[in-house]
């Protein structure tokens, strides 16, 4: 079983729509971190998180450390919107980062 | 701040060649990370470095894979007699310190064995 579970999967979204992606992990952590990939592209890092709720334009993301559950939300979505998100988690023993296995997210104009 | 620079962004190389990628991380950044993205599947980590010593190699492949990040000059994530299964997306990641505040990625190398 993988450290840190995403999901959905695969999201398509009409334009305007909030969306939800999901994340749980299985590990004590540090931080969790949200990361937005486009085709072919970069990652851009969005969050780093340890507790509560960031707030960045349209984007939200919240964690609940008890339950070990972190949630990125995107209001008012548009077609730009549309990439991998990728959730990853920072261990608060070893080095290394844990990913999620992204949540392709289209939006439909 | 020109942010994370990985060069080059694409690598063609022909099988047993050898490729060498090279992550230059944002000022004032001394902690290093290399990661392996394959074909249809998430980040895999690496390696982690500090400037002039591994901290952790956990994640590279025993053989063919080492990495480096000395006292002057970029990272360095070097692949000798290269196969076609070490095609895939290499993404450098650098941060001030251990606590991963400013945590910032690269925009990745593309490696492509033929």
């Known amino acids: 079983k993988n450290e840190v579970e995403q999901s959905p999967q695969n999201l398509t979204a009409q334009e305007g729509e909030f969306i939800t992606i999901n994340c749980s992990y299985s590990?004590?952590?540090?931080?969790l971190h949200w990361l937005q990939q486009h085709p072919g592209g970069g990652i851009v890092s969005l969050f780093m998180l340890s507790s509560g709720k960031k707030k960045h334009g349209r984007l939200i993301a919240t964690i609940n450390i008890q339950e070990k559950h972190s949630s990125l939300h995107i209001t008012a979505s548009h077609p730009r919107d549309s990439a991998v998100y990728i959730c990853a988690v920072s261990r608060n023993t070893g080095n290394q980062f844990y990913f999620g296995t992204g949540t392709s997210l289209t939006v439909i104009p | 701040n020109a942010g994370v620079m990985q060069n080059p962004r694409h690598l063609v190389r022909r099988r047993g060649q050898e490729a060498r990628l090279r992550c230059s991380p944002m000022?004032?950044?001394?902690?290093v990370y290399w990661y392996r993205q394959l074909p249809e599947e998430g980040l895999k980590f690496m390696v982690y470095l500090q400037k002039e010593n591994i901290i952790d190699e956990s994640g590279m492949p025993k053989e063919r894979f080492s990495a480096e990040f000395p006292k002057e000059g970029p990272s360095i994530l070097r692949i000798q007699q290269v196969v076609r299964g070490d095609s895939a997306a290499y993404f450098c990641a650098s941060s001030p310190d251990r606590e991963y505040y400013g945590y910032t990625f690269g925009s990745g190398t593309r490696l492509t064995v033929v």
């Open positions: 000022k004032g950044h001394s902690h």
């Open positions: 590990v004590g952590i540090s931080a």
